[in-house]
């Protein structure tokens, strides 16, 4: 099954919590916290403005992103978590 986001929504596989500190200590599961950053898995075709004119999503599926703390809904699919989010929710692309 593949979903399709649907208007100006993206689907985001968010990052991995970090389990180790820059200086190797281990942090319990508990205090991790969930990461802000993610990989965009599908993107909808965009919103219409007042007057119709179709405004694109302004990325695309493999960009890493940066996105609020509390944006998006959490959901499973397939097995597999993520986050559906309105493109506004996303703060930014970037590159490593």
Same mark, same amino acid.
């Given at each position: 099954?593949?979903?399709?986001?649907?208007?100006?929504?993206?689907?985001?596989?968010?990052?991995?919590?970090?389990?180790?500190?820059?200086?190797?200590?281990?942090?319990?599961?508990?205090?991790?916290?969930?990461?802000?950053?993610?990989?965009?898995?599908?993107?909808? #075709?965009?919103?219409?403005?007042?007057?119709?004119?179709?405004?694109?999503?302004?990325?695309?599926?493999?960009?890493?992103?940066?996105?609020?703390?509390?944006?998006?809904? #959490?959901?499973?699919?397939?097995? #597999?978590?993520?986050?559906?989010?309105?493109?506004?929710?996303?703060?930014?692309?970037?590159?490593?």
């Amino acid at each position: 099954m593949t979903l399709k986001p649907l208007g100006d929504r993206v689907i985001v596989k968010r990052d991995e919590a970090e389990t180790k500190t820059a200086s190797g200590l281990y942090i319990a599961s508990s205090a991790q916290e969930k990461p802000q950053t993610g990989i965009v898995l599908a993107v909808g #075709e965009g919103k219409r403005d007042k007057d119709g004119n179709l405004i694109p999503v302004p990325v695309k599926e493999g960009d890493r992103v940066l996105y609020g703390k509390f944006g998006g809904t #959490e959901v499973n699919i397939e097995g #597999e978590d993520v986050l559906i989010m309105r493109a506004d929710d996303l703060y930014g692309v970037y590159t490593a």
